[in-house]
């Protein structure tokens, strides 16, 4: 058996339960290890002594850089902007681990942006995604307490993490374009997020409230994508945006900028569109709002993309030929 620790804070993030418990159960013994989320960063469970290999998405567990296993870092590429003041440990890191998972071919290129010298040691592997179905909702409470009605209107919707500069501002341009562009009478435009707080309020006039609806964190996401009938991403940094992969694993076409390689998940012109600007987004997003036909076929293409290249299962086989290879190495 191959043993591997699994360094988690807390709580694991259950994309990557689905990772390890997708690795073949008779040939994997893992176990996870907590750790505190702040600094000072340590483990609040022991390492075993006889394990082969040790996992993190964490690149700044620097108590890993006294540990003499072989470990492996899943990191996004755009760390180095949003954490800077972690940029010493993660180089640190980074130089030791055994292996460095990036997410998507442009977070391997950012990464080595940084870090030329730690190409041999880069592999590429997609996250999956797995989604349940699930009943759409038909309403939502707005960051104002207000409940509105979605009816039969056409449901735009965008979902990020507004844990960054660069993504509130992201927002913000969409709401402007959204303004200038898309309001008609039958379409609502909704906003969700993963954190809590009333960061958009002063750039939606109060008229508008019924049309651009801002909800704050949502833990009903997948309920949300199931309503929604074109899903819309603008970013600036991102490596593999969950929100994207979830929204085609729900059946919706997706419409996003053209940044951070997101062709690699949109399938321009069959899934979806990518565009070279927020005007060129506004009139795909007309488009598919005006041809419904148009929107249902590439809802569907999208759902069948998502299952044949992103499911969890085709993600471990790439992680049990990594482990394997780094088991043999010893």
Known sequence: MIKIDVIKNGRLD???????????????DIKYINCKYSYPFELLTPLRRDVDIIWTGRPWDEYLLECSKPFVITVRGEFWQERPHLVGIANRLCQRASR??????????EFLNFMPN???KCIIIPN????????????????DGEDIQFGNDILITFVSNFSFKTKVQAAKELIRMFIKNLLLPQVKFVIAGNVSGKFFTADIPTDLRQKIIYVGRYDNILALLKRTDVFV???YQ????????????????????????????????VTGFV????????????????????????????????????SWQKCANKYDK????????K
């Open 14 to 28: 259950s994309r990557y339960r689905y990772l390890f418990e997708s690795l073949p159960k008779d040939k994997y």
């Open 100 to 109: 460095i998972i990036l997410l998507s071919n442009y977070g391997y290129n």
């Open 118 to 120: 730690l190409k041999d």
């Open 128 to 143: 999956g995604i797995y989604v349940k179905d699930t009943e759409p909702i038909n309403k939502i409470t707005s960051v």
């Open 233 to 235: 991403y603008h970013t």
């Open 238 to 269: 991102d490596m593999q945006p969950a929100s994207v992969l979830e929204a085609g694993a729900m059946g919706v076409p997706v419409i996003a900028t053209d940044n951070c390689g997101m062709s690699q998940w949109i399938k321009n012109g």
């Open 275 to 310: 565009c070279k600007n927020l005007d060129e987004m506004a009139k795909k997003i007309r488009l598919l709002i005006d041809k419904k036909s148009l929107r249902i076929k590439m809802g569907k293409e999208n759902k069948k993309f998502m299952k044949k290249n992103f």
């Open 322 to 329: 990594m482990f394997t290879e780094l088991v043999e190495k």
